[in-house]
């Protein structure tokens, strides 16, 4: 039995993702939510599995839904929905603790793989997004960047996010480094565990600083 | 008591030098007036050499000059020497404020002369008279031989005048001879300076030649060098008080120049003869003018130090109509005792000014000290020496080359300042240049900046605008096309859909979007399409050279996923394929991409050309936007090829 959060403001686009939900995970009770406002009341109250969260939304982002759910219920995966496809509305959801996004405007039958995929730990990770965190993990690497705490891609890692840069796909990546197609999507959730983590005590440490100046 | 004109008495010869002469022309020189002077001076001196140097050999001498240094003496205003009164005998010269005090005159001088051979002879006797006020008549053996002007009030003044009185020889009796003068003048008490003062110098009386020189060079030094200075000073003085008129900030030059003009009015007294007022006015005119000379010289002094002080500037023109006000009060008959105080109160003013001043010059700029104390000192001593000589009651040559001195000292003063506002000035417009320098440099900046910035606004306001544009899309444009996606019964209205949304997402990364790596490109391409044909089940072959320096344009990036798209739907939807294969290779500046796949291959339509249907169309206008060409290789069952030829070069200018 899972409890799954529902956000987009959109009403056919809601009733159209809440029939495919249902469809994935049979029996799940959802919560649907229109506003941010109403969404994090929604998660203050119940204990989420699942949240498809929409980012542009009329009372602000989605970031922030993704970012409460990962201050109260760490559990819970925040997958984004959106309509944006480019890294520079992804990224920040992705930074925030989201655990993958799907695009809205894809097939019926891929959807359903998606998310089928990452209710089993496989979240979907695009060359330009791995681009973008290996340029968020390269700049932390810098000397001058030794003040924050040290959150580091083991080689490994690394390895995978090149390879995706590059355009190979998971199962491709698998066969060439001769792993599990499993192992891989283990390395790319634990990617974007770190960008989260990171994030987030770099987040703590503006805050810190801000602090001191006050 | 008859004196004789004879060789013994020739020791009372004038013992003349010419060193003053020399000194005076010197500084005449430096007013530029040293020609007019050398050619009335130079004769004389060499004729006043000749006259001494004659003296040794008494035969060659016609006749001798004779000095008279005693006269008889009498008052009287009648036509002839007074004979009822009592007559003394005085020196000569003789003031009258120490041989009659309080008289104002006429005096009467008889000196009885022998003229021995005088008329064999044929020579021209003359009688010098140096000094006299302030008027005279000449009268021999009772006949009258000169009148010096007007003997009522107002006198004519020839106290400065030195006179040359001719005697005709048809009036010289052989032997004794009278000469009577007749001379007006005032007392003492009732003129400003004792220069004006009643009295006569010593007499000389010689041949004419001689003497004229004398008379000549005594006039160049008595009334043309005041006349010369007082021009000079006129105009300079004029020239500095308009200067610093129009310039407030230079207030010291206008109280100079009014310090030139005033010394030049008041030293007009020496030269000029006839005046329209009575002597009292006069005296009191004249008085009354050093009050306000004092003002401007102790004015001048105090700003010259850039120094001002508001009592100074109230209590100068109060004293200016005091020192009228006490002259008036004290009334003629006593006007040189209250005019003596007040000079000397006012040259103390003018001192203690100096000493101010030097004070001031010594501790800010040492270097121009030494020229302004040195000028100061010297118009200080001149000061001094007119002073002992009103005491002493002297008339000597250097008093008199005193006189002349002051005013010369205003004038290399004037020059100074000439000199220091000259630069001034040339460093205002050297300042000035160099600041329309920094200005026109600083507008070219502010504009160049101000380009810069606006350029900068453009970018931002459009890059804005751009986002603001691809936001509405998405919200608005999106919002509708993902609802028809989802929403339409019509598989081929929700791929129609589909594919729109898609355009549109490109088109507004082609809107907002920066060049993108060639690498990056052939990442996100490869990504898409060996993923879409995997999942249609189609073998994917992806070659392409990794690590290219390379970037495309947005717009080039845009319009080749459009191509790379349209092509991998072509294969998954209508060939039928197994396998494909996609080619990327970089040659001579081009990138070319080669699809190619094994299906059923693009039918031909009934007039020959490939199924428009499939997008053939719209890959090759996209291809030519670009500048670069797409050829479609294809036949019934075997398979088609793809060939993209893009310039890199110019893809990358085409933004």
Redesign the interface.
Known sequence: MKNILLLEDLPEIRVWLRKLVQQVFPGALISESARIHDALELVSAIKFDLALIDLGLPDGSGVDVVTRLRDVQPEAQSVVVTIHDDDEHLFPALQAGAFGYILKEQARELITEQLQRISQGEPPLSPSIARRVMAYFSAKAKPQASTMPHVSLTDRESEVLLRVAKGYTLPEIGVQLGLSRHTIADYVKQIYRKLNVSSRAEAALEAQRLGLFR | MPLHLTRAAAGTFSPRQPWWLAACCALLMLLGVAPAVLAQAAPPTATSTATSTAKPDPAQVATPTLRVNTALSAEGDGATFPTTGPALIVPLPDDWARTRPGSDGPVWYRVPFQAVGVRERGDLLALYVEHVCTNLEVYLNGQLVHSGGRMQSPLTHNCNHPQLVGLPAVLIAPGLNTLDIKVAGHALAEVGSRQRAGSLSALDIGPQSVLASRHARQTVLNIAAPQAVSATLLLMGGFMFVLGFINRRESHLAYFGALCVGWAIVDARLWLRELPVSNPVAEFLLCAMLGFITLAAVQFLLRYAQWRHRWIDIALPLQCALMPLSLVIAGPARLYPVASFWYALLALEVMAAAAFYLRRQWRTRPGSFWLMAGLLSVVTVAGAIEFVAQKLGLRSVISQIAQIVTPVMFVLVGLRLVQQHGRALQQAELGRAHLEERVREATEEIERNFLQMSELRVEQVTERERKRIA?DL??DL??K???I???SDSERISTL??EA??EM?LSV?GLTGKPVKL??A??????EV??RL??AGIDAD?EAP?DLPQTLSARAYVQTTRILREATSNIIKHSGASQSTMRVTIAEGDFQLVIQDNGEGIPLELDGRLDRGHGMASMKARAKQLQGQCLVESGPGYGTVIRLTLPLNRAIEVA
Do not use: P
Not at chain 2, 522 to 527: E, P
């Open positions: 936001a998405h919200d999106g919002a096309l993902l609802t996606v989802h929403t859909a589909r949304l898609e997402r990364r690498a990056d052939l990442g996100d391409w490869r990504a060996v993923s995997a999942q992806w990794e």
